[in-house]
């Protein structure tokens, strides 16, 4: 050993000796490691560090979920007759919702808040700490709700346990809140990264959804952390079990109006789609039951659907494979339309009547009490979308319809109008069937479809109460700071007050012992009545007769506005910006007085929020 080496071993058996003799908590051996290279290490050599670790174990994490699942499903889709098919389509998505409601219950206490939009809550709102039960209570709910049958996709639990592993690793090895966020959304990202095989789609889900309104410079752990995802999966999986597709046709730009309609079809779909899960998340929620009634319920019916339709059971991707296969009569022949018989049309009812139900039964499957996303529905539903509207063409008597292509495409353009993520969408697509040829036509429905659904709602509706109570980040920067300042924080409670009916001797007394520029004026209960200025009162200690209307009376004026104690940040900037006021009382419900915020302590609060949270 060289003496370079010699030195770093002795410097990193000085630092273990003093970690586990000073140190509070108790370390394992490679947190030791861990540590020491922290102390040694700059902070983006950490940081990208960090990031192949998270990557890594996201990563493995994603491997096990998808493995289960795909297990599940192998051994009742190829090893079991339909007849015996339908027992479990009877019984199992039944059993998936209500054991995974069991489950939250009795063992995560009834913690069930779940996807995405508790990930963006716990970044605007917790300071990017996730729980630590998130880094195997999404993968357990998931792999019961999904395995069993449950309508749903894996990948938004597969994300959430990635931000919980980024936000775990930040907080073990005491890192501030900007890296915190950037190790959460890397694991986010690891996690897509290694559901899809996509790194670069993982990145951009980070970027378009998880940083929304968030300043970063550091790109590296991301970058990192999607790749290492990515090969986790790459090298761990089977090819059958990755959301891939070989079976395509070269682009065309002879086909571009076959894109253009089904870009309008794709963002009409969108929509109806949200809708249906926003009636029945309404639904669900006001039902006067308990959880596993509603789960009970919820199980029953998304039973039946698969029962009648069973390419709805599960995440659906192996029939989406199929018909891009051209291989949709074995489709047909696992449901009860093989009795009606291989027509055209009975094809276009069959794909249109699940396209339809596919909302339906997803939003059952997690307003209910299971667990999921819709990353899985929206692509099993865009492929639908696009499939039907190439079967109509085609009976139509159009020639040379771009089937396969449309099947592809049509995945994108779902998504992006479900989720609001086009670019996410873009490269999900383009890196999962290798068509890089195909980003005109990815481009061309995924911007009408997520122009489409922005028209609608400028918000995604899942997301749309959080971001109207400002408990989530949106696009505007500013307002995300001044969110997550709180009105309790910023008052000065320090003020001189007078009572309503005091002397003008007492009033005297305050104003020649006071240090501030204002006196509160109360009635009974200590109820606000208004303020006194010292710019009213100087003029008359000048006069002869100044004394004599140095009254309570004489000189309170009402406040130009009253702040109410857990008043929004941003409706206080709004009224300081209309009143011109620089200070504002601040009062509780009943009236009674609190303090006085100013204009410089809230600004002076964003300056240091602004501070903190940029790159």
Same mark, same amino acid.
């Given at each position: 050993?060289?003496?370079?080496?010699?030195?770093?071993?002795?410097?990193?058996?000085?630092?273990?000796?003093?970690?586990?003799?000073?140190?509070?908590?108790?370390?394992?051996?490679? !947190?030791?490691?861990?540590?020491?290279?922290?102390?040694?290490?700059?902070?983006?050599?950490?940081?990208?560090?960090?990031?192949?670790?998270?990557?890594?174990?996201?990563?493995?994490?994603?491997?096990?979920?998808?493995?289960?699942?795909?297990?599940?499903?192998?051994?009742?889709?190829?090893?079991?007759?339909?007849?015996?098919?339908? /027992?479990?389509?009877?019984?199992?998505?039944?059993?998936?919702?209500?054991?995974?409601?069991?489950?939250?219950?009795?063992?995560?206490?009834?913690?069930?808040?779940?996807?995405?939009?508790?990930?963006?809550?716990?970044?605007?709102?917790?300071?990017?700490?996730?729980?630590?039960?998130? +880094?195997?209570?999404?993968?357990?709910?998931?792999?019961?709700?999904?395995?069993?049958?449950?309508?749903?996709?894996?990948?938004?639990?597969?994300?959430?346990?990635?931000?919980?592993?980024?936000?775990?690793?930040?907080?073990?090895?005491?890192?501030?809140?900007?890296?915190?966020?950037?190790?959460?959304?890397?694991?986010?990202?690891?996690?897509?990264?290694?559901?899809?095989?996509?790194?670069?789609?993982?990145?951009?889900?980070? /970027?378009?959804?998880?940083?929304?309104?968030?300043?970063?410079?550091?790109?590296?752990?991301?970058?990192?952390?999607?790749? $290492?995802?990515?090969?986790?999966?790459?090298?761990?999986?089977?090819?059958?079990?990755?959301?891939?597709?070989?079976?395509?046709?070269?682009?065309?730009?002879?086909?571009?109006?076959?894109?253009?309609?089904?870009?309008?079809? $794709?963002?009409?779909?969108?929509?109806?789609?949200?809708?249906?899960?926003?009636?029945?998340?309404?639904?669900?929620?006001?039902?006067?039951?308990?959880?596993?009634?509603?789960?009970?319920?919820?199980?029953?019916?998304?039973?039946?659907? $698969?029962?009648?339709?069973?390419?709805?059971?599960?995440?659906?991707?192996?029939?989406?494979?199929?018909?891009?296969?051209?291989?949709?009569? !074995?489709?047909?022949?696992?449901?009860?339309?093989?009795?009606?018989?291989?027509?055209?049309?009975?094809?276009?009812?069959? @794909?249109?009547?699940? $396209?339809?139900?596919?909302?339906?039964?997803?939003?059952?499957?997690?307003?209910?009490?299971?667990?999921?996303?819709?990353?899985?529905?929206?692509?099993?539903?865009?492929?639908? @979308?696009?499939?039907?509207?190439?079967? @109509?063409?085609?009976?139509?008597?159009?020639?040379?319809?771009?089937?396969?292509?449309?099947?592809?495409?049509? +995945?994108?353009?779902?998504?992006?109008?479900?989720?609001?993520?086009?670019?996410?969408?873009?490269?999900?697509?383009?890196?999962?069937?290798?068509?890089?040829?195909?980003?005109?036509?990815?481009?061309?429905?995924?911007?009408?479809?997520?122009? +489409?659904?922005?028209?609608?709602?400028?918000?995604?509706?899942?997301?749309?109460?959080?971001?109207?109570?400002?408990?989530?980040?949106?696009?505007?920067?500013?307002?995300?700071?001044?969110?997550?300042?709180?009105?309790?924080?910023?008052?000065?409670?320090?003020?001189?007050?007078?009572?309503?009916?005091?002397?003008?001797?007492?009033?005297?007394?305050?104003?020649?012992?006071?240090?501030?520029?204002?006196?509160?004026?109360?009635? !009974?209960?200590?109820?606000?009545?208004?303020?006194?200025?010292?710019?009213?009162?100087?003029?008359?200690?000048?006069?002869?007769?100044?004394?004599? +209307?140095?009254?309570?009376?004489?000189?309170?004026?009402?406040?130009?506005?009253?702040?109410? !104690?857990?008043?929004?940040?941003?409706?206080?900037?709004?009224?300081?910006?209309?009143?011109?006021?620089?200070?504002?009382? @601040?009062?509780?419900?009943?009236?009674?007085?609190?303090?006085?915020?100013?204009?410089?302590?809230?600004?002076?609060?964003?300056?240091?929020?602004?501070?903190?949270?940029?790159?």
């Amino acid at each position: 050993m060289n003496r370079s080496s010699i030195k770093k071993f002795y410097s990193f058996l000085k630092f273990r000796r003093n970690f586990t003799r000073y140190s509070l908590q108790k370390a394992k051996s490679y !947190e030791i490691v861990l540590f020491w290279l922290k102390s040694i290490l700059s902070r983006n050599q950490f940081l990208i560090l960090s990031g192949i670790l998270v990557g890594i174990t996201c990563g493995l994490a994603g491997v096990v979920l998808k493995s289960l699942v795909h297990y599940i499903h192998h051994v009742i889709t190829y090893r079991v007759h339909f007849e015996r098919q339908v /027992f479990f389509y009877i019984l199992f998505p039944f059993l998936g919702i209500v054991l995974t409601t069991v489950v939250v219950q009795f063992f995560f206490k009834g913690q069930d808040r779940k996807g995405i939009a508790a990930v963006l809550y716990e970044i605007a709102q917790n300071s990017s700490i996730v729980s630590s039960v998130k +880094m195997y209570s999404q993968i357990v709910q998931s792999a019961i709700t999904v395995g069993l049958g449950g309508s749903a996709g894996l990948e938004s639990p597969i994300a959430v346990t990635g931000a919980a592993i980024g936000s775990n690793f930040a907080q073990t090895y005491k890192l501030d809140y900007r890296e915190r966020t950037l190790l959460l959304a890397a694991g986010a990202t690891a996690g897509i990264a290694s559901a899809f095989n996509a790194p670069i789609a993982g990145m951009m889900f980070a /970027f378009e959804i998880l940083l929304t309104g968030v300043v970063f410079f550091d790109f590296f752990p991301l970058v990192v952390a999607a790749v $290492c995802g990515s090969l986790t999966s790459k090298v761990l999986l089977k090819e059958s079990v990755l959301f891939q597709f070989s079976s395509r046709a070269p682009f065309d730009y002879h086909n571009i109006p076959f894109y253009l309609l089904l870009g309008i079809l $794709c963002g009409l779909y969108g929509r109806y789609y949200v809708l249906i899960g926003k009636y029945v998340d309404q639904w669900f929620h006001n039902l006067k039951m308990g959880r596993i009634q509603k789960a009970a319920i919820g199980g029953a019916v998304l039973s039946v659907l $698969c029962v009648l339709y069973p390419p709805l059971f599960g995440e659906g991707y192996d029939t989406i494979k199929a018909i891009t296969n051209g291989q949709i009569q !074995e489709v047909i022949a696992n449901s009860f339309f093989r009795f009606i018989g291989y027509h055209e049309w009975v094809v276009i009812v069959f @794909v249109a009547v699940i $396209c339809l139900l596919k909302a339906f039964s997803a939003s059952i499957t997690i307003f209910s009490g299971g667990n999921g996303g819709n990353f899985a529905p929206s692509l099993f539903a865009g492929g639908l @979308v696009g499939y039907a509207f190439a079967l @109509v063409c085609t009976q139509l008597g159009i020639e040379h319809v771009p089937e396969s292509n449309l099947v592809i495409v049509g +995945m994108a353009g779902v998504m992006s109008g479900v989720l609001y993520a086009p670019l996410t969408a873009i490269f999900l697509i383009a890196e999962s069937t290798y068509g890089y040829d195909l980003f005109i036509p990815l481009m061309i429905v995924s911007v009408i479809s997520f122009s +489409m659904a922005k028209w609608f709602s400028s918000v995604s509706p899942d997301l749309e109460k959080l971001a109207r109570q400002g408990k989530i980040f949106t696009r505007e920067h500013d307002r995300n700071l001044l969110s997550l300042l709180h009105i309790s924080d910023l008052i000065d409670k320090d003020i001189q007050v007078v009572h309503v009916d005091a002397s003008r001797e007492e009033l005297a007394g305050l104003i020649r012992a006071g240090k501030r520029n204002v006196i509160s004026v109360l009635g !009974e209960g200590n109820k606000f009545v208004g303020t006194i200025s010292m710019d009213d009162v100087r003029p008359l200690l000048f006069t002869a007769d100044g004394y004599t +209307m140095l009254t309570i009376s004489h000189l309170v004026k009402p406040a130009p506005a009253v702040v109410q !104690e857990f008043e929004n940040v941003l409706t206080v900037i709004k009224k300081f910006d209309e009143t011109g006021a620089w200070n504002l009382p @601040v009062v509780k419900g009943d009236g009674e007085f609190v303090g006085f915020i100013s204009k410089s302590s809230v600004l002076n609060s964003y300056r240091q929020l602004l501070r903190s949270h940029s790159g």
